[in-house]
């Protein structure tokens, strides 16, 4: 099987309750998480219901303090089409 080329686009995050210089962090960590997640697994079947708009909804844990653990874990919302 082939691999295709997909391009996702995030038009908005919005982050409350970290500082504004960790955005970068978690969005780097975000990319680089959901780009892992989609190689290994594939697209999600969330995507394939509504590709044009993935609404992952907001997250609450008390593992989102650090930067990069938030970036992995919205990641893997976004993945499987926010029902985490």
């Given at each position: 099987?082939?691999?295709?080329?997909i391009e996702v686009?995030?038009?908005?995050?919005?982050?409350?309750?970290?500082?504004?210089g960790d955005r970068?962090?978690?969005?780097?960590?975000?990319?680089?998480?959901?780009?892992?997640?989609?190689?290994?697994?594939?697209?999600?079947?969330?995507?394939?219901?509504?590709?044009?708009?993935?609404?992952?909804?907001?997250?609450?844990?008390?593992?989102?303090?650090?930067?990069?653990?938030?970036?992995?874990?919205?990641?893997?919302?976004?993945?499987?089409?926010?029902?985490?």
């Amino acid at each position: 099987m082939n691999p295709r080329e997909i391009e996702v686009h995030i038009e908005e995050l919005v982050l409350h309750g970290f500082a504004p210089g960790d955005r970068w962090r978690i969005g780097d960590v975000l990319e680089s998480e959901l780009r892992g997640l989609l190689m290994e697994k594939g697209l999600p079947v969330a995507w394939h219901q509504s590709p044009e708009k993935i609404e992952a909804g907001p997250l609450r844990a008390a593992s989102l303090t650090k930067p990069s653990r938030a970036g992995r874990q919205i990641a893997r919302t976004i993945w499987k089409g926010g029902t985490e």
